[in-house]
Nanobody, 123 residues
Framework: QVQLIESGGGLVQVGESLRLSCVPS???????WGWFRQAPGKEREFVAD????????DYAGSVKGRFTVSRDHAKNTLYLQMDNLQPDDTAIYYC?????????????????WGQGTQVTVSS
């Protein structure tokens, strides 16, 4: 089973930025890559995703305008640029991927999950 490996999390102040990265441990045929997050005591929440081939993107309303999801084909890497971070963005962020286009945004429809990386925004 291919593993998704996240990096880039950390502790920042309100208004600062972070960039998360995600790299698969091996080859696999995912067409949608993205990010979910889970804050303490809350359910997993869709953040953003992108189609690997065409680049179509989708964002949760809470992050639109502040977060940017992108992919680098040459490096086989997914990114999440997070700007103007707020305390409500504090969560574990998971890199995800799915093999079909339908079902974007629903956690149960993503076959591949990373272990998660912690993002903490301090006020």
């Amino acid at each position: 089973q291919v593993q998704l490996i996240e990096s880039g999390g950390g502790l920042v102040q309100v208004g600062e930025s972070l960039r998360l990265s995600c790299v698969p441990s091996g080859a696999f045929s995912a067409v949608i890559w993205g990010w979910f997050r889970q804050a303490p005591g809350k359910e997993r929440e869709f953040v953003a995703d992108i189609s690997w081939g065409g680049g179509s993107v989708d964002y949760a309303g809470s992050v639109k305008g502040r977060f940017t999801v992108s992919r680098d084909h040459a490096k086989n890497t997914l990114y999440l640029q997070m700007d103007n971070l707020q305390p409500d963005d504090t969560a574990i962020y998971y890199c995800v991927a799915k093999e079909v286009i339908v079902g974007r945004g629903y956690p149960e429809r993503y076959q591949y999950w990373g272990q998660g990386t912690q993002v903490t925004v301090s006020s």
